[in-house]
């Protein structure tokens, strides 16, 4: 049985840090996205683009360093190994399953790789586990298959790309499925539509964890077209 997001503990955003009003390591909030064979490139790179280049001091120049980022980014595999995305681009993992950190944020991407890991029970159960400790558990596209099959969806509404509303239907009727928003945010657990639209959910959650000014700040940064809900 599936635990309820949200349970861990977030890092001392509020207070702590280094001199100068960096956060130290240990008050970085620790980002884990699931890669995969024939995962969607952009439904893993948008969301690291997001929580890797967010800082809480503004401009260019705090680029240059991880002095005052919020987030520390890792992908993760199951065993490790390289796996090949979605048009062929390589992408060798951080770490695995058995040494990932655990996540204060779950980011579960999509792509036609999801179909066959409908199936498989240990990355299941990582998502399953990890998401009873993280503090948000996202996915993009047809990522939320696979937090359908984990139960993190049951009863809730949720999205995902257009061509697989039907599919997120019929992995748990249970879901409101919901056709049209860019992300659907039920608290500890956020899920977005297809491909790009893991960029504007990475950049809510950015706001909902460190501030909607940061968030805005971030997306300027990459020249993304944000604006904080409400």
């Not at 001199?19 to 690291?48: M, T």
Request: one cysteine or more.
């Amino acid at each position: 049985m599936s635990r309820a997001p949200g349970g861990a503990d977030g890092p001392g955003a509020a207070g702590g840090g280094e001199p100068g009003g960096g956060p130290s390591a240990a008050d970085r909030w620790n980002v884990a996205i699931l890669v995969f064979e024939r995962v969607e490139v952009l439904d893993f790179a948008g969301p690291y683009e997001v929580f890797s280049r967010t800082r809480l001091v503004p401009g260019i120049a705090s680029r240059q360093s991880d002095e005052s980022a919020p987030f520390r980014v890792v992908c993760v595999s199951r065993d490790g190994a390289t796996v090949r995305a979605t048009g062929g681009l390589q992408i060798t993992p951080d770490v695995d399953f058995a040494s990932a950190p655990p996540p204060h944020v779950l980011v579960v991407p999509g792509g036609f790789g999801t179909r066959a890991l409908l199936q498989d029970e240990a990355t299941i159960a990582w998502i399953e586990a990890v998401a009873g400790r993280a503090r948000r558990v996202t996915s993009v596209c047809t990522g939320a298959l696979l937090l359908a099959r984990a139960g993190l969806l049951r009863g809730k509404r949720a999205t995902t790309h257009w061509g697989a509303l039907d599919l997120l239907r019929s992995v748990d009727e249970s879901i409101d499925v919901v056709d049209g928003p860019r992300f659907v945010d039920q608290g500890a657990v956020i899920t977005s539509a297809g491909i790009a639209a893991g960029i504007e959910m990475s950049l809510h959650v950015v706001g909902t964890l460190v501030g909607d000014a940061v968030a805005v700040e971030t997306a300027r940064y990459i020249e993304f077209p944000y604006a904080p809900a409400g």
